[in-house]
């Protein structure tokens, strides 16, 4: 369901306890190593028992391992700062070069538990909860979702935005969420709510909750079109199975490497495989190796993969011996662009399409389907771009908006692009699992929607109350 009721159940990860010096610098020292490598440890098994949160969780073990940190605690003990308060500056060290990369909430969630660890202390409610409940919180992090008890029925947080890290995380969990809520910190322990994901609404008390019913889109719904699965880690492939997704319509490579375990899941059905994405929110080491003031308009996409173009080649080999698939390039900007990855990609003998993450990519939709054989409309970028809207940002929340007339009118020029070209046009962002909103996507002209396994049951129903006019029509409505 994405309509569901609980108790409220408060978190506050802010370490409370003591913070002084216990002894020489040299015990405090090991003090703050020991904590910073129990979190690394932690961490990793974190990933391992929440397979869509490991990368970023590895990466995050990795800054806790870091010997550059090591040597900066080093420095500040040796300057009579404690364990806690020597991690605490050690990390701050770090954080402007952090920020510009777009890992700040890492960084600080790393340095909040080497804290802890240093302190003794854990995070959390103080006791196994059984019962189902609602999480209440002012922000979570990866690590604080991958270790959530399997009694949360919903979480609803104060920060973060609808595609936030958390946002996604928790609907590849499967769990309901309500992120950047702006009274989350008004609710009190204990106190029922309603839990509505998919509206974006927290009820106090008990609403009616909506049961998914799961009719098939060919019971009255609109021919031909797909409902795929956005897949990050081994664990989807399942998922996505068992809600009947009909393919992969974006495989984040970033975060997995097993092609051929996925070609294989899906014999016959369409697998899209994203290429690396690095910068802005997913900086991968080898490609941005440098800091930007601002990374989401830097080196990222295409752009770090034009500048390293052995790194793309080396992937698109490892596709072609998995059996094949389709590729897509990231940030797509005009037709230059879609006709270089173009020619990458088919010189492996591979299915080359891009994705439209920028108003620039919506507006030259024809001219990039006339070198590409698809395009997937990535609406978390192309809000973003659109309304300058920063959706890492809590305040830029509001404007998270997929609904919005001018996104809503880029993607129909999209969907007019691939009709006049005769290729398909599809969503993959998470525009793409609102009910709501799948029927105007699909009237705008979109062929599949691709999404995480969880959703598919709920669109597949929504659709399946709609004919392809009457798709038409809401879309015509909904963008004025």
Same mark, same amino acid.
């Given at each position: 369901?994405?309509?569901?009721?609980?108790?409220?159940?408060?978190?506050?990860?802010?370490?409370?306890?003591?913070?002084?010096?216990?002894?020489?610098?040299?015990?405090?020292?090991?003090?703050?190593?020991?904590?910073?490598?129990?979190?690394?440890?932690?961490?990793?098994?974190?990933?391992?028992?929440?397979?869509?949160?490991?990368?970023?969780?590895?990466?995050?073990? =990795?800054?806790?391992?870091?010997?550059?940190?090591?040597?900066?605690?080093?420095?500040?003990?040796?300057?009579?700062?404690?364990?806690?308060?020597?991690?605490?500056?050690?990390?701050?060290?770090?954080?402007?070069?952090?920020?510009?990369?777009?890992?700040?909430?890492?960084?600080?969630?790393?340095?909040?538990?080497?804290?802890?660890?240093?302190?003794?202390?854990?995070?959390?409610?103080?006791?196994?909860?059984?019962?189902?409940?609602?999480?209440?919180?002012?922000?979570?992090?990866?690590?604080?979702?991958?270790?959530?008890?399997?009694?949360?029925?919903?979480?609803?947080?104060?920060?973060?935005?609808?595609?936030?890290?958390?946002?996604?995380?928790?609907?590849? =969990?499967?769990?309901?969420?309500?992120?950047?809520?702006?009274?989350?910190?008004?609710?009190?322990?204990?106190?029922?709510?309603?839990?509505?994901?998919?509206?974006?609404?927290?009820?106090?008390?008990?609403?009616?909750?909506?049961?998914?019913?799961?009719?098939?889109?060919?019971?009255?719904?609109?021919?031909?079109? +797909?409902?795929?699965?956005?897949?990050?880690?081994?664990?989807?492939?399942? &998922?996505?199975?068992?809600?009947?997704?009909?393919?992969?319509?974006?495989?984040?490579?970033?975060? =997995?490497?097993?092609?051929?375990?996925?070609?294989?899941?899906?014999?016959?059905?369409?697998?899209?495989?994203?290429?690396?994405?690095?910068?802005?929110?997913?900086?991968?080491?080898?490609?941005?190796?440098?800091?930007?003031?601002?990374?989401?308009?830097?080196?990222?996409? +295409?752009?770090?993969?034009?500048?390293?173009?052995?790194?793309?080649?080396? &992937?698109?080999?490892?596709?072609?011996?998995?059996?094949?698939?389709?590729?897509?390039?990231? =940030?797509?900007?005009?037709?230059?662009?879609?006709?270089?990855?173009?020619?990458?990609?088919?010189?492996?003998?591979?299915?080359?399409?891009?994705?439209?993450?920028?108003?620039?990519?919506?507006?030259?939709?024809?001219?990039?389907?006339?070198?590409?054989?698809?395009?997937?409309?990535?609406?978390?970028?192309?809000? &973003?771009?659109?309304?300058?809207?920063?959706?890492?940002?809590?305040?830029?929340?509001?404007? &998270?908006?997929?609904?919005?007339?001018?996104?809503?009118?880029?993607?129909?020029?999209?969907?007019?692009?691939?009709?006049?070209?005769?290729?398909?046009?599809?969503?993959?962002?998470?525009?793409?699992?609102?009910?709501?909103?799948?029927?105007?996507?699909?009237?705008?002209?979109?062929?599949?929607?691709?999404?995480?396994?969880?959703?598919?049951?709920?669109?597949?129903?929504?659709?399946?109350?709609?004919?392809?006019?009457?798709?038409?029509?809401?879309?015509?409505?909904?963008?004025?």
């Amino acid at each position: 369901m994405s309509t569901v009721s609980g108790p409220v159940v408060r978190l506050d990860f802010q370490p409370t306890g003591p913070d002084a010096v216990t002894g020489s610098p040299n015990r405090e020292y090991a003090r703050a190593l020991g904590a910073l490598s129990g979190v690394a440890q932690t961490l990793r098994e974190l990933g391992l028992r929440t397979p869509a949160a490991a990368s970023i969780l590895e990466a995050q073990a =990795m800054m806790a391992e870091d010997p550059v940190l090591a040597e900066r605690v080093r420095s500040f003990v040796d300057g009579g700062k404690s364990a806690e308060e020597a991690l605490r500056n050690a990390f701050d060290s770090f954080r402007p070069g952090i920020a510009a990369a777009g890992r700040a909430a890492d960084l600080d969630d790393v340095c909040r538990r080497a804290v802890w660890a240093a302190q003794g202390t854990l995070p959390g409610t103080g006791g196994l909860i059984e019962y189902p409940h609602v999480v209440v919180a002012l922000d979570l992090a990866p690590a604080d979702l991958a270790a959530l008890e399997e009694s949360v029925i919903a979480i609803v947080t104060a920060q973060g935005g609808p595609t936030s890290h958390t946002a996604i995380l928790a609907r590849a =969990m499967g769990i309901p969420a309500v992120t950047g809520w702006t009274e989350a910190l008004s609710l009190r322990d204990g106190e029922v709510v309603t839990v509505d994901s998919d509206a974006g609404v927290v009820s106090r008390g008990v609403t009616a909750a909506r049961p998914v019913a799961t009719p098939a889109i060919a019971n009255g719904g609109p021919q031909g079109v +797909l409902l795929q699965a956005n897949i990050g880690s081994s664990a989807d492939i399942a &998922q996505a199975l068992s809600a009947g997704a009909q393919g992969v319509g974006l495989l984040r490579s970033e975060f =997995m490497t097993g092609y051929a375990e996925v070609i294989a899941a899906f014999p016959g059905k369409p697998v899209v495989i994203r290429v690396f994405d690095a910068g802005a929110d997913k900086p991968l080491p080898f490609l941005a190796k440098t800091q930007e003031p601002n990374p989401s308009l830097g080196v990222r996409g +295409l752009r770090a993969l034009r500048a390293h173009p052995d790194v793309l080649t080396a &992937q698109l080999r490892a596709i072609a011996e998995a059996g094949g698939a389709q590729v897509m390039a990231p =940030m797509v900007g005009d037709q230059q662009d879609a006709a270089w990855f173009a020619a990458q990609a088919r010189s492996f003998g591979l299915s080359p399409g891009a994705m439209i993450e920028v108003p620039a990519a919506a507006v030259l939709a024809r001219e990039i389907l006339s070198e590409v054989d698809f395009v997937s409309v990535g609406t978390n970028d192309l809000v &973003q771009y659109t309304l300058a809207a920063d959706r890492q940002l809590a305040a830029m929340a509001p404007l &998270q908006n997929p609904w919005h007339p001018a996104v809503l009118r880029l993607i129909s020029w999209v969907g007019q692009a691939a009709q006049a070209t005769g290729k398909p046009a599809g969503v993959c962002g998470e525009a793409a699992a609102d009910p709501r909103l799948a029927p105007v996507l699909v009237g705008l002209g979109m062929s599949s929607l691709s999404m995480s396994p969880h959703a598919i049951a709920a669109v597949r129903a929504a659709l399946s109350a709609y004919t392809l006019e009457q798709c038409r029509e809401l879309a015509q409505n909904a963008i004025g």
